[in-house]
């Protein structure tokens, strides 16, 4: 049978999604990237947020319009399917089988037992129980790849549903990650590895007593890679000895991904977050004392109690820290989260002028941070043609693919996708990147 699945939501979601494929392939089930062709459609759901939740939806929505033609059976899986399993298997009779975020190893019988009519329609799972698999189809383009490290988190933050859907935090062995790195490395020519996990600077705290992020990324450097990439570091512990080490290591991206969700003392105590102003202030201070680092960072507007004072100290901070990329999300009130219990929530409104009003803010510190690159060199990994534009584009390891800026540039030479040009770059336009290879 042709299985089609549709993956949402985060990278890490995304892992999950090559591990299922993997287990199905494995077992003779035949893969199909067409949803008209699929006799099983399985949609791999993001539950995080209101806008997650609601696209999640109208794709198990979409998809259940395939029942009409080809496809026998639907599937919903990932956060969710964990958070509410009940909900969709009452409100969505078109689904036929719902699964929890640990049962991925177990997909291929769930899947058997569903096409001979013995299967159950809800498969729930403890949400702590690990299943950690280097079997993957790689779904991004063979030129770079997610490495998941760990699973779960242990933050707390007050707003955040992610440790009562995914569980405590639980960090991989090295051993295991390296070999799953060879693999990808070895079998699709791997050239860019992007560190993931909820929380990447807590790795190895819970299975070796201590963080053991750079002795993992020490024997990652070993591998025939060009860059690794390091996403969702929290501020509290990013230390200078990290940063020392990334700094020195030619493989490693200067590139630093720190949520930092707010600057208010006050508010960052509401969120439950370990930091303060004062240490943000500092952390910022001693990365760039380090070298030429991105920044990126994301902030939540209208948490529940953020008075205009509150407001106008973020504004301020942004205008003085001038990090590189920045995304704001306004607050969405998530159910059994302490925050949704708060007083003082905020109208959607206000959410929404503040979340407009910092992006506009950060769109004049973007353009100014980028124009300091204009007329210099940089490395661009090649990833494709823009038709439009008739412009080869690319990314600098400054740039994560799918949300940072892109590289146009032209050239009078053959390239190879997933390799490394040198580019001067002419100009910006746009939030982008325009040059030539040298």
Same mark, same amino acid.
């Given at each position: 049978?042709?299985?089609?699945?549709?993956?949402?939501?985060c990278?890490?979601?995304?892992?999950?999604?090559?591990?299922?494929?993997?287990?199905?392939?494995?077992?003779g089930?035949?893969?199909?990237g067409?949803?008209?062709?699929?006799?099983?459609?399985?949609?791999?759901?993001?539950?995080?947020?209101?806008?997650?939740? #609601?696209?999640a939806?109208?794709?198990?929505?979409?998809?259940?319009?395939?029942k009409?033609?080809?496809?026998?059976?639907?599937?919903?899986?990932?956060?969710?399917?964990?958070?509410?399993?009940?909900?969709?298997?009452?409100?969505?009779?078109?689904?036929?089988?719902?699964?929890?975020?640990?049962?991925?190893?177990?997909?291929?019988?769930?899947?058997?037992?569903?096409?001979?009519?013995?299967?159950?329609?809800?498969?729930?799972?403890?949400?702590?129980?690990?299943?950690?698999?280097?079997?993957?189809?790689?779904?991004?383009?063979?030129?770079?790849?997610y490495?998941?490290?760990?699973?779960?988190?242990?933050?707390?933050?007050?707003?955040?549903?992610?440790?009562g859907?995914?569980?405590?935090?639980?960090?991989?062995?090295?051993?295991?990650?390296?070999?799953?790195?060879?693999?990808?490395?070895?079998?699709?020519?791997?050239?860019?590895?992007?560190?993931?996990?909820?929380?990447?600077?807590?790795?190895?705290?819970?299975?070796?007593?201590?963080?053991?992020?750079?002795?993992?990324?020490?024997?990652?450097?070993?591998?025939?890679?060009?860059?690794?990439?390091?996403?969702?570091?929290?501020?509290?512990?990013?230390?200078?000895?990290?940063?020392?080490?990334?700094?020195?290591?030619?493989?490693?991206?200067?590139?630093?991904?720190?949520?930092?969700?707010?600057?208010?003392?006050?508010?960052?105590?509401?969120?439950?977050?370990?930091?303060?102003?004062?240490?943000?202030?500092?952390?910022?201070n001693?990365i760039?004392?380090?070298?030429?680092?991105?920044?990126?960072?994301?902030?939540?507007?209208?948490?529940?109690?953020?008075? #205009?004072?509150?407001?106008?100290?973020?504004?301020?901070?942004?205008?003085?820290?001038?990090?590189?990329?920045c995304?704001?999300?306004?607050?969405?009130?998530?159910?059994?989260?302490?925050?949704?219990?708060?007083?003082?929530q905020?109208?959607?409104?206000?959410?929404?002028?503040? #979340?407009?009003?910092?992006?506009?803010l950060?769109?004049?510190?973007?353009?100014?941070?980028?124009?300091?690159?204009?007329?210099?060199?940089?490395?661009?990994?090649?990833?494709?043609?823009?038709?439009?534009? #008739?412009?080869?584009?690319?990314?600098?390891?400054?740039?994560?693919?799918?949300?940072?800026?892109?590289?146009?540039?032209?050239?009078?030479?053959?390239?190879?996708?997933?390799?490394?040009?040198?580019?001067?770059?002419?100009?910006?336009d746009?939030?982008?990147?325009?040059?030539?290879?040298?």
């Open positions: 049978m042709k299985i089609g699945l549709v993956s949402l939501g990278d890490k979601n995304r892992i999950d999604s090559e591990n299922m494929l993997a287990y199905l392939q494995k077992d089930y035949e893969l199909t067409d949803p008209q062709q699929a006799e099983i459609i399985i949609v791999n759901t993001c539950g995080f947020i209101d806008s997650a939740k #609601q696209e939806i109208d794709t198990i929505l979409e998809m259940s319009e395939y009409k033609d080809k496809c026998r059976f639907l599937v919903v899986t990932g956060c969710l399917a964990q958070r509410y399993m009940q909900d969709i298997a009452d409100e969505f009779p078109e689904v036929d089988m719902i699964l929890g975020t640990a049962n991925y190893h177990n997909m291929p019988l769930y899947i058997k037992n569903l096409v001979d009519g013995r299967g159950q329609r809800c498969y729930a799972n403890d949400k702590d129980d690990r299943h950690f698999s280097s079997e993957r189809v790689l779904t991004t383009p063979y030129h770079y790849a490495l998941k490290i760990a699973e779960g988190c242990d933050n707390k933050c007050t707003y955040c549903a992610i440790p859907i995914r569980g405590k935090y639980t960090s991989r062995r090295i051993e295991d990650i390296v070999e799953e790195a060879k693999t990808l490395v070895g079998e699709y020519g791997v050239k860019e590895l992007i560190i993931v996990a909820q929380d990447v600077s807590r790795y190895g705290l819970d299975l070796y007593g201590e963080i053991k992020l750079i002795e993992l990324l020490q024997e990652l450097s070993k591998l025939d890679v060009e860059w690794i990439r390091l996403l969702y570091l929290y501020p509290e512990l990013v230390s200078e000895r990290l940063i020392e080490y990334m700094a020195g290591n030619p493989k490693i991206c200067k590139y630093l991904d720190i949520p930092c969700q707010h600057i208010s003392d006050g508010v960052l105590k509401l969120m439950n977050r370990r930091v303060r102003k004062a240490d943000i202030v500092e952390l910022i001693m760039r004392k380090h070298g030429d680092f991105t920044i990126r960072s994301t902030f939540i507007v209208g948490f529940p109690r953020e008075s #205009q004072q509150d407001f106008e100290e973020l504004k301020e901070f942004l205008t003085w820290a001038k990090l590189d990329r995304g704001f999300f306004a607050y969405s009130m998530e159910d059994g989260t302490p925050a949704s219990r708060l007083d003082g905020i109208d959607e409104d206000v959410k929404l002028a503040r #979340q407009e009003e910092l992006y506009a950060q769109e004049g510190i973007m353009a100014e941070k980028m124009q300091e690159r204009v007329g210099g060199v940089v490395d661009v990994i090649y990833e494709g043609i823009d038709y439009d534009l #008739q412009m080869f584009y690319g990314r600098t390891q400054y740039d994560a693919p799918e949300i940072d800026t892109k590289v146009y540039f032209t050239a009078y030479v053959p390239l190879d996708i997933g390799k490394i040009y040198k580019v001067k770059i002419d100009e910006i746009s939030g982008d990147y325009f040059g030539h290879v040298e």
